[in-house]
């Protein structure tokens, strides 16, 4: 018998923190956190910090000692740290890009989910957590009307687009493609969307092996909706010059103005020749749970796939994007292996199978709350009021003589400011070319000031500001307030550039 040599050390005992340390600090930071919400309608969207201050601070604060810290002070100064320098897209104020205040059950639920720690990739690492996704899909699939066989939650829109543009891939080329690689099939494989699809499918087309050139963007009506009459040509064009059709991607509310395709009609080509119909939903697919919009997403329910993203339009804390599908054997068809170390059994419902992630976190709890705690009604009516708030900031806007107004799709509002002495110049194209820079400028300034934060599109060549709300913080009084700060921000350019 070999003998046991040496006993090791104990372990060294600071990572655990002595709970009622831990109770202490949990405390003092949910308090600080409740203390951050108040005061966000009244402080600035963002401090006016630049780069090369936060990096100073952070040389202060650098990990890269031997001994570490005490988390209470450690935890304070950092907390200090975020609230003093971020942004806040929980502000009343911020409608960039498409990205949500958080649900305070949310920001709750995340802690809740790192303590529980669930692996969600296998059934026996996390049997409840596992069931609390598999309801949630279902949840978000019947709040929308669409009905999903199977899904899987995500990080976000990307990964969940990724997830459906895969499947497609796999759907139409089979095993052997999974084995041999794209190369050994005899065909030229082709996409079709809109022209305002979202950079995601051209990062898809490229990690699949595709080629970016073998998207086909298809051309727009004056919303911005894709044209199915050009859709069906460029489907005929690439048969006949012995291309393979795959895919086409309908967009549900385009990250640009929020126009939602004609999906029936779409849904109605893909059936005519055979295609996988995918839609980006990441922004406005939950809108198809109103009732008063089911007409204008009529054939979301016939896609094969859906990607939607819960950390926009259900308010979820950044990260939570779905991918649904019709089909779930379309997923395991495309990401199931099993691979000897794995004990689990497989008629129990083991996420790593659908999906390409392999650990997974507890997204879904923070969804799945939500969902508890406001209810189907309640985050319908969160949707409804931030597209009535859209529309009221259009009109509020248009009935000022500096403003034009250029569209309002879902909770999306783009518009410009023009100085009154250019209004009879509007269309030349020296003015356009001024009013581009003059509101990229406004923009620019705003984000900077903390007073709002907006992004942009470029809409036919015209440099517009844009609004999405998708912020349940914002009120009738923060709209009221656009028009007097940009004037008075833009007639200040305006001067310093005329000077
Ligand atoms: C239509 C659309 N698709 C995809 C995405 C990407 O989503 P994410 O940023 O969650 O990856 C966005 C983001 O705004 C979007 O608006």
């Not at 969600?120 to 019947?142: C, F, H, M, N």
């Not at 052997?176 to 969307?193: F, H, M, Q, S, T």
């Amino acid at each position: 018998m070999t003998p046991v040599k040496q006993k090791p050390a104990a372990r060294i005992d600071k990572v655990n923190i002595p709970s009622d340390t831990f109770r202490e600090l949990g405390h003092a930071l949910v308090d600080q956190i409740a203390g951050l919400f108040e005061r966000l309608p009244t402080a600035p969207v963002t401090a006016a910090t630049n780069d090369e201050k936060i990096r100073e601070m952070l040389q202060a604060l650098n990990p890269a000692s031997d001994n570490g810290q005490d988390a209470g002070p450690l935890l304070e100064k950092t907390t200090r740290l975020l609230f003093d320098h971020s942004l806040f897209n929980g502000h009343p104020k911020f409608w960039g890009y498409i990205t949500s205040s958080p649900t305070p059950i949310g920001v709750l639920a995340d802690m809740l989910a790192a303590a529980v720690n669930p692996n969600v990739g296998a059934y026996v690492l996390s049997p409840v957590a596992t069931e609390i996704e598999k309801q949630t899909i279902d949840w978000i699939g019947r709040f929308m009307g669409y009905p999903a066989g199977g899904g899987l939650l995500v990080s976000g829109g990307n990964m969940a687009n990724y997830v459906g543009f895969l499947a497609a891939l796999r759907a139409a080329t089979g095993t052997e493609a999974r084995e041999k690689g794209l190369r050994n099939i005899d065909a030229n494989l082709v996409v079709y969307c809109s022209s305002e699809t979202h950079t995601w499918v051209q990062k898809a087309a490229d990690l699949y092996g595709l080629g970016t050139d073998n998207i086909r963007w298809i051309g727009t009506d004056a919303k911005k909706r894709m044209n199915p009459v050009l859709l069906e040509e460029e489907i005929q064009a690439d048969k006949a010059a012995g291309n393979q059709p795959f895919l086409v991607i309908g967009t549900a509310g385009s990250v640009g103005v929020g126009a939602v395709d004609p999906l029936d009609d779409l849904a109605a080509l893909c059936e005519k020749y055979g295609l996988w119909f995918h839609i980006d939903g990441a922004y406005g697919g939950f809108a198809s749970a109103l009732p008063e919009l089911k007409a204008q997403f009529a054939g979301l329910e016939k896609a094969d796939s859906l990607a939607v993203d819960p950390h926009k339009w259900l308010y979820a804390p950044l990260e939570a994007g779905c991918a649904l599908v019709k089909n779930p054997r379309h997923l395991t068809d495309t990401f199931s292996y099993h691979p000897t170390y794995f004990n689990f059994e497989h008629t129990r419902l083991n996420f790593i199978d659908y999906g390409p992630q392999n650990s997974r976190g507890f997204r879904a709890l923070k969804v799945w709350l939500s969902a508890q705690h406001l209810g189907m009604e309640g985050h319908r009516q969160l949707i409804r009021e931030d597209i009535a708030l859209a529309r009221y900031a259009s009109d509020v806007l248009r009935a000022e003589p500096d403003f034009e107004v250029f569209s309002t799709e879902l909770s999306i509002s783009a518009f410009r400011y023009v100085p009154p002495a250019l209004n009879a110049k509007i269309g030349e194209p020296e003015t356009e070319s001024y009013l581009n820079q003059l509101n990229q400028a406004i923009l620019n300034q705003m984000e900077a000031s903390g007073a709002f934060f907006m992004s942009n599109a470029v809409l036919d060549g015209k440099f517009v500001l844009r609004m999405c709300i998708v912020n349940f913080r914002t009120s009738a009084a923060d709209i009221e307030a656009i028009p007097a700060y940009v004037r008075e921000l833009g007639a200040l350019i305006h001067k310093q550039k005329s000077q």
